[in-house]
Nanobody, 119 residues
Framework: QVQLVESGGGSVQPGGSLSLSCAAS????????VGWYRQAPGKQRELVAA???????EYAEAVKGRFTISRDNAKNTVYLQMNSLQPEDTAVYHC?????????????WGQGTQVTVSS
């Protein structure tokens, strides 16, 4: 199994940037796909970005060109660089480890970190 802990959330003005980190522990982390989800108040959880074991990435249309997902298997860490943040990006962001078979499917979850974008 995999344990995940997020960090790096906070408050930022529109147009600003934040970088989230997710530290993983457990067996065979490098074999998993990894994904970032977000959930805003009153909204369903949505997949923001995912990366496979061989570094293939996908992004939600709403964040494409602004967010970048990456992973460092030697450090057991996944990152989400968020640029040009807008109020609609406000949410709790969760990292996950799972599988990718046509689409990303999470198996393990972190507890989340709050991102707030406001003027």
């Amino acid at each position: 199994q995999v344990q995940l802990v997020e960090s790096g959330g906070g408050s930022v003005q529109p147009g600003g940037s934040l970088s989230l980190s997710c530290a993983a522990s457990g067996s065979a982390f490098s074999a998993y796909a990894v994904g970032w989800y977000r959930q805003a108040p009153g909204k369903q959880r949505e997949l923001v970005a995912a990366v496979t074991w061989n570094h293939i990435t996908e992004y939600a249309e709403a964040v494409k060109g602004r967010f970048t997902i990456s992973r460092d298997n030697a450090k057991n860490t996944v990152y989400l660089q968020m640029n040009s943040l807008q109020p609609e990006d406000t949410a709790v962001y969760h990292c996950s480890a799972g599988v990718y078979t046509g689409g990303y499917a999470p198996v393990y979850w972190g507890q989340g970190t709050q991102v707030t974008v406001s003027s």
